[in-house]
């Protein structure tokens, strides 16, 4: 897994993206922006087939963490297919060029809609999280005169040890069907000519940095394969679904080779064909967000250092409570360190990306950026407050790219228009 500091890092004095200053992308497209590395979104694509090489297995990127439509290019490019829960997203990873074949259909709330142009696509397979959904599928499958593979997503009740927010194991949840009430749902598939039972998997959250859940899981999943077999059930995958975390802070995550050896180590005597769905590990350090500073403004508690970007540009730290690392893009020396609050323009007290960070007080103009945004970043922003999305950016070497334009205060109403 490449580390963010390698792609952005310090130049006399001046951090860069790969071989481009910040301050001079600041100048040529403004802030808020997010500032992407494509050596760095390239490293990790190769590192993780190559962790994988040792056994059948398809990685499908999970759609949700990054969806611009370039850098979705370059990843289905590098072989990864798609891992997607809207038809939003199906439309996205098509255009993008992802191959209908080696995408996986997942989330608990699809649509007949979205599972029909599913179904058009020839997708791979469809996770199943319901006996609504299964019976919804046969239907639509039926009329198009076809047999939907389908996988059921099994929820194994394994504690991530993630933020409550993004785990997915556990019963409490509302992901997935517990083992035991998979009899009838095997069995109707088994009757309906319009279904083929290809797999099963389970994904347990997100965010995870102690490898033991994942092998626990992996574990539990070859067992009932091992026991579906035996009732005669031919299954072809096993969908291990996504979840490897990130540094933002101490985090110490496993490297892309432990977490292939773990998976692979359980999975090898089923036989089955492994199914990855990675997000964050793959881009989650492939961006920062740049942002300048509007004003400084303190209390008798501390200092608001007040940016241009906001909470409609990184959700993170308000939803989760997540740290993102700040630094500031032209280095200085001396000066008092003193707590400071960094927080957006947006009306509301929880507008805010980085709290009690000690550092020297900034100033007005100058540009901080703050690391690991690749993930649920540009992919979470909104429009709240009017507020027109940021701009995202490619860099290769000393060359930059827009790939997604700043909105324009003008196509935050052209709907309404009407």
């Not at 035991?180 to 598939?189: F, Q, W």
């Not at 997000?279 to 961006?287: S, Y």
């Amino acid at each position: 897994m490449v580390k963010d500091i390698e792609c952005f890092a310090v130049k006399h004095g001046v951090y860069h993206c790969e071989g481009v200053p910040l301050t001079q992308l600041a100048k040529a497209v403004g802030t808020p922006a997010y500032i992407y590395s494509q050596s760095a979104l390239e490293a990790n694509c190769a590192g993780l087939i190559l962790a994988f090489a040792g056994y059948p297995t398809l990685p499908c990127f999970a759609v949700k963490a990054m969806s611009n439509l370039t850098l979705l290019r370059h990843i289905f490019g590098a072989g990864f297919g798609a891992d997607l829960v809207s038809g939003g997203e199906l439309q996205r990873s098509l255009l993008a060029g992802a191959r209908p074949d080696q995408i996986v259909f997942s989330g608990v709330g699809k649509q007949s809609e979205e599972i029909d142009q599913a179904l058009a696509a020839g997708i791979l397979m469809f996770n199943v999280e319901s006996p609504y959904e299964l019976d919804l599928i046969a239907t639509l499958a039926g009329q198009r005169g076809l047999k939907a593979a389908v996988s059921l997503r099994v929820n194994p009740n394994i504690d991530a040890k993630t933020n409550a927010k993004i785990a997915t194991g556990l019963y409490s949840t509302k992901f997935g069907l517990p083992e035991a009430a998979l009899p009838p749902l095997l069995d109707r598939i088994g009757r309906d000519p319009r279904l083929e039972l290809v797999g099963i998997g389970c994904h347990i959250g997100s965010q995870i940095v102690d490898i033991q859940p994942l092998r626990d899981a992996a574990r539990q999943m070859v067992q009932l394969a091992s026991h579906l077999h035996q009732q005669g059930h031919k299954l072809r995958y096993l969908d291990l679904g996504g979840g490897l975390g990130i540094r933002y802070d101490q985090e110490v995550p496993p490297s892309f080779s432990d977490y292939a050896d773990a998976l692979i180590q359980e999975v090898r005597p089923s036989g089955l064909h492994l199914i990855i769905e990675p997000g964050r590990a793959l881009v989650g350090n492939t961006a920062i967000l740049l942002t300048k500073i509007l004003g400084v403004k303190s209390t008798p508690e501390r200092h608001f250092v007040i940016v241009d970007a906001a909470m409609n540009d990184l959700i993170r730290p308000t939803l989760y409570g997540s740290y993102h690392e700040i630094c500031p893009v032209v280095a200085s020396e001396g000066g008092e360190e003193v707590l400071c609050d960094f927080v957006g323009p947006i009306c509301e007290t929880g507008d805010f990306l980085a709290k009690e960070r000690r550092m020297r007080l900034p100033a007005g103009g100058d540009l901080m950026l703050l690391r690991s945004c690749g993930a649920y970043g540009a992919s979470m922003a909104s429009q709240y407050n009017s507020r027109p999305r940021a701009p995202e950016v490619l860099v290769s070497g000393t060359s930059h790219q827009i790939v997604r334009r700043r909105e324009t205060p003008a196509a935050l109403w052209a709907d309404e228009l009407v």
